[in-house]
Nanobody, 115 residues
Framework: QVQLVESGGGLVQAGGSLRLSCAAS????????MLWHRQTPGKQREYVAT???????YYTDSVKGRFTISKDNAKNTLFLQMNSLIPEDTGIYYC?????????WGQGTPVTVST
């Protein structure tokens, strides 16, 4: 059974930082591209960042220079370090694991950035 469990969300003031985690089980973590997405209030779910199985990282423009995606293959855990948070970063953050035609999602962790 595949499980992706996010944690680390919460309430933070603008300019602050949070570190999200996603613990994966039931998959060969090393092979998967791991992604973060978010769903902001009133908007569709949007892509945030990717780390490939080989460790290459990609980011959507709005978070470049502020967010860092990383993973620990030994612990089957994905991270998202979020710095210089702004209110527009508020939303539910989801972990997503993709390999070929397989795609799995976590339940999400909420992030609220106050002014």
């Amino acid at each position: 059974q595949v499980q992706l469990v996010e944690s680390g969300g919460g309430l933070v003031q603008a300019g602050g930082s949070l570190r999200l985690s996603c613990a994966a089980s039931g998959i060969n973590f090393d092979l998967y591209a791991m992604l973060w997405h978010r769903q902001t209030p009133g908007k569709q779910r949007e892509y945030v960042a990717t780390v490939t199985g080989g460790g290459t990282t990609y980011y959507t423009d709005s978070v470049k220079g502020r967010f860092t995606i990383s993973k620990d293959n030994a612990k089957n855990t994905l991270f998202l370090q979020m710095n210089s948070l702004i209110p527009e970063d508020t939303g539910i953050y989801y972990c997503n694991a993709n390999y070929r035609t397989l795609s799995y999602w976590g339940q999400g962790t909420p992030v609220t950035v106050s002014t």
